[in-house]
């Protein structure tokens, strides 16, 4: 038999279940494997459980002596991982295992993505369900697919039977640091109907490049450009000069990324090159000095050839319009946390084909103001007489002013570790805004062990905090 690879860390039984779990593939959409996995867990230990069709699976586990009667605790996670390697990494994650390491500092997989983000959960999950000298209340342990691509599981998965309105999510990645709130969003499309023609002139490509980017929901707020929009205001410029008819345009590649680039193409009859240089001159200086974006080039190229199959002035005034008038950015922020983006869009990516469309990854903690913007963006597309598509739509985890759970989980961290916890918001998101609707007046914290650069191959999951988490962890069940 091949030794243990976590033989020897603390707690045994959580790193003893992380290894098993490990050794099973379950990137997102790949989670039969792991959620049969689960099942066996269940009946091997005598556990009620659920598993649906989505793969998802519920485990219910008894109060232990004395605590058989209190009310349920749910514990939650999700059993899928993010699946990246090294180019020179042999090993096909949707068939194998990850190479376990560690260096008595923190625990890593070779040449993979780890998967803390979320073994973990569930890891804590079985050691506690599988060990009756644990003192705890009814647990109803809730572990869900497809996390990772846009909290599929958490969508489909019927909470019916559960009795439980106290939920511990075990999704965060920071110690210490207890979640509260998160954004609920949604993906909004535009699309407008365009009218293509033959057109000849000279031809000029314009691009915006060297911006930083990140990500729409927790990097929103730092002063960061987008490319659309200022590609955007680039056409806008050289329209007020003349007429123009766009060729192409692109910019952008994921809806939860602020675009670092955009390239368009028009024929620009009648307009030298010099002054659409002079435009780009004054807007890259402009965007250097407004926004953090030391790096930031705007530009503009003569192309070899004497117009195409371009877009008539009339479409591309109003592919122009939209880029100008649609919102992005920072919309609103928190009244009852300070610092906290409460309602946000990025105008994430932009197309130009047979229509012209516009992506939109829309977020806000608050239902309502989320509802307002999306409403905001559908009158823009009637205003250009386009479509409007919602996709991906998934509700706030509004914070609770009033959370037992919350005040609890706070003193017994503080008297633990002599120390209070950050209570945050985050302006992402959770699976405890879904979970939250199925189950009403649910009380939610999300807490975790220390983990760095998930999602990558120097993905590292922290010993001493694993401990610590579960140490914490378990007095709070003991309490409740």
């Given at each position: 038999?091949e030794?243990k690879k976590l033989?020897?860390?603390?707690?045994?039984s959580?790193?003893?279940?992380?290894?098993e779990?490990c050794a099973?593939p379950?990137?997102?959409?790949?989670?039969?494997?792991i959620s049969?996995?689960l099942?066996?867990?269940?009946?091997e230990h005598?556990?009620r459980y659920?598993?649906?069709?989505?793969?998802?699976v519920?485990?219910f586990?008894p109060?232990?002596?004395?605590?058989?009667?209190h009310?349920?605790?749910i514990?939650?996670?999700?059993?899928?991982?993010?699946c990246?390697?090294?180019?020179d990494c042999?090993?096909?994650?949707?068939a194998?295992?990850?190479?376990?390491?560690?260096d008595?500092?923190c625990?890593f997989?070779k040449?993979?993505?780890?998967?803390?983000?979320?073994?973990?959960?569930v890891a804590?999950a079985?050691?506690?369900?599988?060990?009756d000298t644990?003192?705890?209340?009814?647990?109803e342990?809730v572990?869900?697919v497809?996390e990772?691509?846009?909290?599929?599981?958490?969508?489909g998965?019927?909470?019916s039977?559960?009795k439980?309105?106290t939920l511990i999510n075990l999704d965060?990645?920071?110690?210490?640091v207890?979640?509260?709130?998160?954004?609920?969003?949604?993906?909004a499309?535009i699309?407008?109907?365009?009218?293509?023609?033959?057109?000849?002139?000279?031809?000029?490509?314009?691009?915006?490049?060297g911006?930083?980017g990140?990500h729409?929901?927790?990097?929103?707020?730092?002063?960061?450009?987008?490319?659309?929009k200022?590609?955007?205001?680039?056409?806008?410029r050289?329209?007020k000069?003349m007429p123009?008819?766009?060729t192409?345009?692109?910019?952008g590649?994921?809806h939860n990324?602020i675009p670092r680039s955009?390239?368009?193409t028009?024929?620009?009859?009648?307009?030298?090159l010099?002054?659409?240089?002079?435009i780009?001159e004054e807007?890259?200086?402009e965007?250097?000095e407004?926004y953090d974006?030391p790096?930031?080039t705007?530009?503009?190229?003569?192309v070899?050839?004497?117009?195409?199959?371009s877009l008539s002035?009339e479409s591309t005034a109003?592919?122009?319009?939209?880029?100008c008038?649609?919102?992005?950015g920072?919309?609103?922020w928190?009244k009852?946390?300070?610092?906290?983006?409460?309602?946000?869009?990025n105008?994430?990516?932009?197309?130009?084909?047979?229509?012209?469309?516009?992506?939109f990854?829309?977020?806000?903690?608050?239902?309502?103001e989320?509802?307002?913007?999306l409403?905001?963006?559908k009158?823009?597309?009637?205003?250009?007489?386009?479509a409007y598509t919602?996709?991906?739509?998934y509700p706030?985890?509004?914070?609770?002013?009033d959370s037992?759970?919350?005040?609890t989980?706070?003193?017994?961290?503080?008297?633990?570790f002599?120390?209070?916890?950050?209570?945050?918001a985050?302006h992402a998101g959770?699976e405890?805004g879904?979970?939250g609707?199925?189950l009403p007046?649910?009380?939610c914290?999300?807490?975790?062990?220390?983990?760095?650069?998930?999602?990558t191959?120097?993905?590292r999951?922290?010993?001493?905090?694993?401990?610590r988490?579960?140490?914490f962890l378990?007095?709070?069940l003991?309490?409740?």
């Amino acid at each position: 038999m091949e030794a243990k690879k976590l033989a020897g860390l603390e707690p045994a039984s959580v790193f003893g279940y992380f290894e098993e779990i490990c050794a099973i593939p379950h990137g997102s959409r790949n989670t039969k494997r792991i959620s049969d996995y689960l099942v066996s867990f269940a009946r091997e230990h005598g556990l009620r459980y659920i598993q649906d069709e989505l793969n998802n699976v519920i485990l219910f586990g008894p109060g232990t002596c004395g605590m058989e009667d209190h009310d349920p605790v749910i514990l939650q996670g999700h059993m899928d991982m993010v699946c990246e390697k090294e180019p020179d990494c042999p090993i096909d994650m949707a068939a194998e295992g990850l190479d376990l390491s560690h260096d008595d500092t923190c625990v890593f997989a070779k040449g993979t993505t780890l998967g803390g983000d979320d073994g973990i959960a569930v890891a804590y999950a079985l050691a506690i369900l599988a060990d009756d000298t644990i003192p705890h209340p009814p647990l109803e342990v809730v572990i869900t697919v497809d996390e990772e691509i846009g909290m599929q599981g958490a969508m489909g998965i019927d909470l019916s039977e559960l009795k439980g309105r106290t939920l511990i999510n075990l999704d965060s990645e920071e110690e210490g640091v207890f979640t509260v709130s998160c954004a609920g969003g949604g993906t909004a499309v535009i699309s407008l109907p365009v009218d293509r023609r033959a057109v000849y002139g000279p031809c000029v490509r314009l691009s915006v490049d060297g911006l930083q980017g990140g990500h729409s929901g927790a990097e929103i707020h730092k002063n960061r450009a987008n490319a659309n929009k200022v590609m955007g205001e680039f056409l806008s410029r050289i329209q007020k000069l003349m007429p123009l008819c766009l060729t192409s345009l692109a910019g952008g590649t994921k809806h939860n990324a602020i675009p670092r680039s955009c390239q368009a193409t028009l024929v620009a009859m009648g307009i030298h090159l010099e002054r659409i240089n002079t435009i780009a001159e004054e807007l890259q200086a402009e965007i250097r000095e407004k926004y953090d974006e030391p790096e930031a080039t705007v530009q503009a190229f003569d192309v070899d050839a004497l117009g195409g199959n371009s877009l008539s002035t009339e479409s591309t005034a109003k592919v122009i319009g939209l880029l100008c008038a649609a919102p992005n950015g920072v919309q609103a922020w928190s009244k009852d946390i300070e610092g906290l983006v409460q309602t946000s869009v990025n105008m994430a990516v932009t197309k130009l084909g047979d229509r012209f469309s516009v992506t939109f990854s829309t977020r806000s903690s608050l239902n309502t103001e989320k509802q307002e913007l999306l409403e905001q963006l559908k009158t823009l597309a009637n205003f250009y007489e386009g479509a409007y598509t919602l996709n991906g739509e998934y509700p706030a985890w509004e914070y609770k002013k009033d959370s037992r759970l919350r005040d609890t989980m706070v003193g017994i961290y503080t008297q633990m570790f002599d120390k209070a916890p950050q209570v945050l918001a985050i302006h992402a998101g959770l699976e405890c805004g879904l979970l939250g609707e199925k189950l009403p007046g649910l009380d939610c914290v999300s807490i975790g062990p220390e983990m760095h650069n998930i999602h990558t191959t120097r993905e590292r999951l922290e010993i001493a905090s694993t401990e610590r988490t579960w140490k914490f962890l378990l007095e709070v069940l003991k309490s409740l």
